[in-house]
């Protein structure tokens, strides 16, 4: 009998250790609400602008707050206010706008893209076209829902 209080009370302090070891395996790092980043007044229209996303980031053990996420572009246009990730869907650099020939340019291999974020010459070799996030307007803030996306296949697959 001694035993079989001893395993019991054994097993429980264990078993509460490993659930809390363990916790961070089930929550989803790096998950993101939306942050806000811009004005809507302060976007001209048909010209975009780049803007560094800042929010809370989750990571298995803690959460950080207002930390930098990353950056977009902002485009407003007659149909609304579009975001676009910074990051080249090819290899994973950051694409620079060209106002001069009004499109996105990213310099490691020569992918350029339109205003829309599609691909704007047919032999660019980047597997699709920048990546576009989810916008909201709240009280004439925009908010965006960062993420990031896999590099070099043609799938938008997130890795955040």
Not at 7 to 30: D, E, S, T, W
Not at 79 to 93: L, M, N
Request: charged share 20%.
């Amino acid at each position: 009998m001694g035993g079989v209080i001893g395993i019991g009370l054994l097993v429980v302090p264990l078993g509460a250790g490993l659930l809390f070891l363990l916790n961070p395996l089930r929550r989803r790092a790096g998950q993101h609400g939306f942050s806000r980043v811009a004005s809507v007044e302060s976007l001209p229209m048909g010209v975009p602008r780049h803007f560094m996303v800042r929010g809370r980031r989750r990571d298995a053990w803690e959460v950080g707050a207002q930390v930098p996420l990353g950056a977009v572009y902002l485009v407003r246009q007659e149909t609304g206010i579009r975001a676009f990730q910074v990051i080249c869907p090819h290899a994973g650099c950051f694409v620079g706008y060209e106002t001069d020939k009004r499109q996105f340019l990213c310099p490691c291999h020569d992918s350029s893209f339109r205003l829309d974020g599609a691909i704007a010459d047919p032999g660019s070799p980047s597997p699709r076209g920048l990546d576009e996030l989810e916008v909201k307007i709240e009280k004439g803030e925009v908010l965006v829902r960062y993420q990031e996306f896999r590099p070099g296949i043609g799938e938008r697959i997130a890795v955040s």
